[in-house]
């Protein structure tokens, strides 16, 4: 199906004015005709487009600061932004994928191409929501009239968050709708499940139940959320995961932002890891760990020696809680039950390469890319930690890995959460559910790891004897049942509900829009480190862009860590 863009038809009307009046003959020369600047786009490129531009950008620096703001990694982990911060990722998201969006839905037909449509409209209540999450209120309802023909509009309102979240439960009901009639011609150029309506489907319910999750605390969703479960139809197999799959090809480069960061510019550039993560992971011998963290380095720094005491993580403060691991006393004892000065020599070597920070350590930062510990096999496809070098047959992995966005296990997860806070009725205990979501994941984590390399060994309970690691990790069912084992089942919705997104705190690895969001919801988990420092409050929004404060005179005024400036679902309104 072909569109013609608002702009190029007003652009070509006036052109056949002009023509007809003059006297000449000048069809053969073409002059307005630019043969590289196409008049007009198939609704097949525009999904395309729409989709890998702006899940890319939604999974590059956005989705690493949310991590850090969840001390995952230490990327905006102190909060302090500007209005020039997001300048770049805003302008790109309104020109580029929003735009597409919008102009596949003016142009695709109820009738003629309506899974077109359901597909577009699904894209755009994902991207309006997850921006309403980030920004609040946001351009909306006017925001693509810039090249409007009748209703030119250069200064959009500001529409609320709550009304735009209002109309993506309109647009999903719809897209569900459309999905489900037949059309002519297959749905070409989508990247995300190749045009598989059911597939879509599913992703629309739990698109619904993750936004009815997310606003529980300012409206009654009990009812609504129990009706979406005793429907099915969910997303509950790995098979139906919204997810964005990334490539290998160097030129033009459309690998992982994290492998991009972590490999392809030489040693490692990804920002550091939060030592919290690495510390407890290494204590509950989670099989994930080689999986999601890749040691550079095992060779010991030494604190006596004036460079190596400037590289030492955190050795510019005396309050952090984990420091530099294979000196830390609270490590050792936490991963191997003894002080550090009884840690054996391979013991020491083997943490030296969980090289990361403690959370908002304002220390210095020092000629330590070549330490860090860097993105491992999952979800970027580097490489499975089998020793501390960035070498191997397979020397830097393949980059193609995954941006997770609505999974199997983050179904559960919101189901869990519902059962927990608002008493439905999932046909599954709490602790079943929190296991078959763990299941899940971990189940992803070693799919996308052995794909990306073959050091990985996909049968767990052969590590100990394929690797010489001086930790024994669990085998994947033994740490799930260890899970399930120690959920506090007696205990109050508040303890039970901390224990659950703890696991999805490590689970969700890869998306930190889930633990941004739970947090500000929740408060949980509660034993999240303390940030060493506080240049700002909580992000409990986004600054709003540089251009639009200076151009769009409709620019709210806010200062994003002030509770008055919170996204209106969130109640909690976090402060430390």
């Not at 260890?482 to 959920?487: H, V």
Request: hydrophobic share 40%.
């Amino acid at each position: 199906m072909k569109f013609k863009f608002n702009n190029i038809r007003l652009f070509f009307g006036a052109s056949i004015v002009a023509l007809g009046m003059v006297s000449c003959e000048l069809d053969d020369l073409d002059i307005n005709v630019d043969p590289n600047s196409a008049s007009e786009a198939s609704l097949e490129l525009l999904l395309t487009n729409a989709q890998f531009e702006g899940l890319n950008t939604f999974g590059g620096g956005l989705n690493n600061s949310t991590m850090g703001f969840q001390a995952i990694n230490t990327s905006s982990d102190d909060f302090n932004f500007t209005n020039s911060s997001w300048n770049g990722t805003w302008n790109y998201l309104y020109s580029g994928p929003l735009k597409d969006l919008e102009e596949m839905i003016n142009a695709a037909d109820a009738e003629v191409t309506p899974r077109y449509l359901g597909v577009a409209q699904l894209m755009k209540a994902y991207y309006f929501t997850t921006m309403v999450d980030l920004w609040g209120d946001v351009p909306y309802s006017e925001a693509f009239k810039g090249n409007s023909v009748d209703e030119k509009n250069l200064e959009p309102v500001y529409d609320s968050g709550a009304d735009i979240y209002a109309d993506a439960f309109r647009l999903i009901d719809e897209a569900i709708v459309n999905l489900g009639k037949s059309q002519a011609v297959p749905v070409r150029g989508d990247i995300i499940y190749g045009g598989n309506a059911s597939k879509w489907i599913k992703m629309a319910k739990s698109l619904k139940l993750r936004l009815l999750i997310q606003t529980r605390n300012v409206q009654s969703n009990a009812g609504a959320i129990q009706a979406l479960i005793t429907e099915g139809g969910l997303i509950t197999s790995a098979a139906d995961d919204f997810q964005l799959r990334y490539g290998a090809l160097k030129n033009p480069d459309n690998r992982h932002p994290m492998y991009q960061a972590g490999y392809a510019g030489g040693e490692a550039g990804y920002s550091y890891f939060g030592h919290q993560l690495m510390s407890e992971m290494l204590a509950n011998r989670d099989p994930r760990t080689p999986f999601y963290f890749k040691r550079q380095t095992s060779s010991l720094l030494d604190p006596e020696e004036p460079t190596d005491k400037q590289t030492i993580p955190c050795s510019q403060r005396a309050d952090c809680t984990y420091g530099y691991f294979p000196l830390s006393d609270f490590v050792a004892d936490a991963v191997y039950g003894v002080s550090a000065s009884s840690l054996t020599s391979s013991q020491k070597a083997y943490l030296a390469g969980f090289f990361g920070r403690d959370r908002s350590d304002p220390s210095g930062i020092p000629n330590d890319n070549f330490l860090r510990t860097t993105t491992g096999a999952y979800p970027g496809a580097g490489l499975f930690d089998v020793s501390a070098s960035l070498t191997g047959g397979n020397k830097f992995g393949k980059g193609d890995g995954i941006f997770p966005i609505i999974t199997s296990w983050m179904v559960k997860f919101y189901m869990l959460e519902a059962q927990i806070a608002l008493g439905v009725n999932t046909g599954m205990t709490e602790a079943e559910l929190l296991a078959d979501a763990v299941s899940d994941q971990m189940a992803k984590v070693i799919a996308v790891g052995t794909a990306a390399d073959a050091n990985a060994k996909a049968d767990i309970s052969t590590w100990p004897d394929e690797y010489s690691w001086p930790i024994t990790y669990k085998t994947d069912d033994a740490f799930v049942d260890e899970i399930e084992a120690n959920y506090p089942a007696d205990g109050t919705a508040n303890q039970r509900l901390g224990y659950a997104l703890k696991q999805a705190w490590f689970a969700n690895f890869g998306n930190g829009y889930e633990g941004y969001n739970a947090f500000r919801r929740t408060g949980l988990p509660a034993d999240i480190q303390t940030p060493l420092q506080l240049p700002r409050q909580y992000a409990l929004s986004l600054p709003y862009a540089q251009d639009e404060v200076n151009l769009n005179s409709n620019t709210p005024n806010k200062v994003y860590d002030s509770p008055g400036s919170a996204v209106f679902w969130d109640t909690l309104k976090f402060q430390y």
